[in-house]
């Protein structure tokens, strides 16, 4: 008809698309891979992987271990879990009703998030942040809250912290050894978030991935088992880091019993279970191998790291050196560009070595004056990276 304005078109994105964005650490791993340059940007950790791992993983496949596990995970990993919790912390849970298998610890943080939270609530959690913390509390229609760290070694501000919760806070998000400062939680620090949790009613979602990763005689504290924070901290880990199997996606969930039907449902939902065969791989991993082995790991990633340090020192980006995890945030002031992504492309053109970004573990403005490299790497690569950095 004449004159009729058109009905505006159902077909569009969701409210929560448009603010959603690739990554800069896979956007930079996609330009390396590109040019076949040398991955120091994203955490991909392609150390060889334990041979009784890779072993009982296989030896699973040929058994018949191919289809679907409880969504939870299988018996065994979840008992090899619960011992391994009890063994380094003293963690007792019972491995029926409160050890979940996850889809890797990503999916462990998605599905707390979409059983703990409704929208609008606010997650605290702390700068310098891995962004997909960030994206993921965002997905869900939760509010992130940021409260920045002190540098040069990150210390937290309890009276920031304690500004930063409101009416609206339901948890706070604890990531340590933290990607991407390498920061560990001490335990005076991780004493005053538990009182906070506690007298504000708050749960505590807990990333720790690296807690392995701890050098120079640091010690990872799992807030879990501090007095009464038990049956309120979630417990995310999982072993794509200390078994150098991050496609593999096996990670881990501790908590108790009431949170846990909730968790399970969800992950069924969206990941229905973590990969059946792999999931005997690493529970042969925590069966065999010694506290040696993950000692070692330690030992040789504290050598990665001052490699690496050393040859940023040389190259003018002066290094924040990590008690943990297995990245180095280092200055980029001297490079050319004016935004942090334009120094990490012309740093990956000039030398074939990616980084990530600064910004992109930082609230807008912030991060400008800093790179994140990984050191997760074998030997010759991690040489050669060295090598072309110095030469820069």
């Not at 309890?158 to 604890?174: F, K, Q, S, V």
Request: aromatic letters at 8%; hydrophobic letters at 40%; proline letters at 7%.
């Amino acid at each position: 008809m004449s004159g009729s304005t058109a009905a505006p078109s159902r077909l569009s994105l969701s409210e929560l698309a448009p603010h959603t964005f690739q990554s800069e650490i896979r956007a930079m791993t996609t330009e390396c891979d590109r040019m076949g340059g040398i991955n120091l940007a994203q955490g991909v950790c392609d150390t060889p992987v334990p041979a009784v791992v890779e072993a009982a993983a296989m030896e699973a496949m040929r058994q018949g271990h191919n289809i679907y596990t409880r969504c939870d995970g299988n018996d065994r990993l979840r008992t090899a879990i619960a011992r391994k919790q009890q063994r380094d912390y003293g963690l007792d849970y019972d491995p029926d009703r409160e050890v979940m298998v996850t889809s890797g610890a990503t999916a462990g943080l998605h599905v707390a998030l979409l059983a703990l939270l409704n929208p609008g609530d606010e997650v605290v959690l702390f700068e310098p942040f891995y962004g997909y913390h960030v994206n993921a509390i965002k997905s869900v229609r939760a509010v992130p809250v940021v409260v920045p760290l002190a540098p040069p070694d990150w210390q937290l501000d309890t009276d920031a912290l304690r500004a930063a919760i409101t009416p609206r806070t339901r948890a706070i998000l604890l990531n340590t050894p933290a990607n991407p400062s390498g920061k560990i939680f001490t335990r005076v620090e991780l004493d005053q978030v538990a009182a906070l949790c506690l007298d504000r009613d708050l749960f505590l979602i807990t990333d720790e991935i690296y807690e392995y990763f701890v050098y120079e005689g640091a010690e990872h504290i799992c807030p879990a088992a501090l007095p009464g924070m038990r049956e309120r901290t979630i417990v995310i880990s999982g072993f794509s880091k200390t078994y150098s199997v991050t496609g593999w996606r096996v990670g881990y969930m501790a908590a108790d019993a009431r949170w846990m039907p909730a968790m399970s449902h969800f992950h069924d939902l969206v990941y229905v279970c973590s990969p059946a065969p792999l999931q005997h791989g690493v529970a042969a991993g925590l069966e065999q191998l010694p506290a040696a082995y993950y000692q070692q790991i330690a030992t040789e990633h504290q050598s990665k790291r001052e490699r690496l340090a050393a040859a940023l020192r040389a190259a003018g980006m002066e290094p924040h050196i990590p008690p943990g995890a297995y990245y180095i945030l280092a200055s980029s002031d001297h490079l050319p560009g004016k935004t942090a992504p334009e120094k990490a492309r012309n740093l990956m053109a000039r030398t074939g070595v990616a980084s990530v970004a600064g910004t992109a573990f930082f609230r807008p403005g912030r991060g400008e004056n800093l790179l994140r490299f990984c050191f997760a790497k074998q030997d010759h690569h991690l040489n050669e990276a060295c090598e072309r950095l110095k030469r820069n």
